[in-house]
Structure formats: structure tokens, C-alpha cells
């Protein structure tokens, strides 16, 4: 395979970024009315009657799909990755970014199965079965955040330390990479709040640390795309010759 072709598969690795912001963003949070998501003080009963039953049909659908377009964060991923590679000495930023990555990537699908499944029964089990199914998804969700914020640290740290021209993303860009990791870092302490800024649904850990995800990710995109496009990125290194590379 030519030069050419391996160019449009970075560009497309690169837009799967912005992809992901659009349609994972709509399918999981949007269309299955999680703006904001249902209240967590509801008691079982009270979150299939105004909730799962209530959006039966958007909710299933939505989360479906969320479950499968969450992949699109992976070749994002795997593209930032090869940018940052082949400028360290010893790749051990980017690796740590891929690790983030791929595992950023299973946290993205693995909670809207949960809820797919608690709208698919809503009516059906016990409402405590699906009260239980829900915190757990949205947990998983929240909680895991460590493995997107040593991603965004990686960045950071890489794009603060990187003298090689031109950028991959502008400085202001990795600070908010950092910035947004770090937003995520209250929601350790979610089983302890119901309501507030710092519930499921609350102002700080829904609407303003998810939507710091979203535009670094958009934003980081764009400067990816506009990266591939001016250099020329040849194959990458492996392990073992870049760290035979630093040792000599």
C-alpha cells in the first residue's frame, strides 16, 4: 500500500475524533434524554416510571448505538499516539496515552449496554434490578475517569515538552487537555452525592467536565488533521529500536 493511501487512513483516524463528539456525544447523552440524566435521589419506582418507560423507546435505541459508535475514540487514539511516537526518544507518553485510549474506548461502551438493557426490561424486572443496573453504568461510567486522565496527562506533559515544529496541537490546547483531566477528578467521591454540583446530574461533573471531553477531543482533532497534512509520518519505530535508539 502507497504513501497515499496510508496519509487518507491518519486523516480519517484523526476526524474519528470529531465523529465521536458528534454522533457518540448524540447517541449516548442527547437522544436518550440524558440532558441531565434522570434525577439520582429517584426511588426505583420512580426512575422506570419517569424515565425508562417514559423514553422506552429513545433511551434502547440511543444506547444501542452509543455502544457501537463508541469504538470511534479508538482510532483517534491510536493517531494521537503515532503523532506523539515518533517525536520521543523512547515512546513511553505515547504508550501511556494508547493505554488511556483503549481503555477510555471500553468505558465508552460498556455503561450504554447497562442502560440498553435496564430500558429493554423497564416494566419487566424489578425496579430495584433496574435502579441497581443504572448507578452501576453511570459508576463505571464517572468513576473509571483515571484512565482518560493519564491520557490527557500524556498529552499535556508531551506536547509542554516537544520542541519539534510544527505542533501537533497549540499549548493552549494541551493545558486544556490537562484541565479537563483533571475537572474529572471529584467524581471519586459521586456515591457521596446525590444532589449538588458534584451528583451524576449536576453542574460540575455532567455539564462542565463532560463538555470539556468533548471540545479537547473536537479541538485536538483539528489540529491533527491539520498536522498529517503538512508532515509526512513514517512508519514508527518498534519498541525495541526505539529504545536501542535511546541507548546509544
Known amino acids: 500500500m502507497d504513501d497515499k493511501f496510508y496519509r487518507k487512513l491518519q486523516l480519517w483516524a484523526a476526524w474519528c475524533g470529531i465523529l465521536y463528539c458528534v454522533i457518540y456525544g448524540g447517541t449516548v447523552i442527547i437522544y436518550p434524554h440524558n440532558v441531565p440524566p434522570p434525577d439520582p ?19 434502547l435505541l440511543g444506547q444501542s448505538l452509543s455502544v457501537a459508535t463508541g469504538i470511534l475514540f479508538l482510532p483517534w487514539a491510536v493517531q494521537m499516539t503515532l503523532l506523539m511516537w515518533k517525536r520521543e526518544p523512547i515512546p513511553l507518553l505515547a504508550l501511556i496515552q ?19 438493557w435496564c430500558a429493554e426490561n423497564a416494566g419487566i424486572v424489578s425496579p430495584e434490578l433496574i435502579k441497581m443496573n443504572h448507578f452501576q453504568g453511570w459508576y463505571f461510567f464517572n468513576m473509571t475517569y483515571w484512565a482518560t486522565t493519564i491520557e490527557y496527562i500524556a498529552i499535556f506533559i508531551f506536547v ?8 501537533i496541537m497549540p499549548k493552549w490546547c494541551a493545558w486544556l487537555a490537562l484541565l479537563t483531566g ?36 473536537g479541538a485536538s482533532s483539528i489540529y491533527m488533521i491539520k498536522n498529517i497534512k503538512k508532515v509526512k509520518i513514517a512508519a514508527a519505530p518498534g519498541i525495541g529500536q526505539a529504545i536501542g535508539r535511546s541507548q546509544f
Open 98 to 116: 494508547l493505554g488511556g485510549g483503549i481503555l477510555t474506548t471500553w468505558v465508552s461502551m460498556q455503561p450504554p449496554v447497562m442502560w440498553a
Open 160 to 167: 509542554m515538552k516537544d520542541k519539534q515544529k510544527p505542533a
Open 182 to 217: 483533571l475537572a474529572f477528578i471529584p467524581e471519586t467521591m459521586l456515591p457521596y452525592h446525590k444532589t449538588g454540583i458534584f451528583a451524576i446530574n449536576g453542574y460540575w461533573n455532567f455539564h462542565t467536565a463532560f463538555l470539556m471531553f468533548f471540545i479537547f477531543t
Open 41 to 59: 435521589t429517584f426511588t426505583a419506582q420512580e426512575l422506570v416510571d419517569n424515565f425508562y418507560l417514559k423514553y422506552q423507546s429513545q433511551i
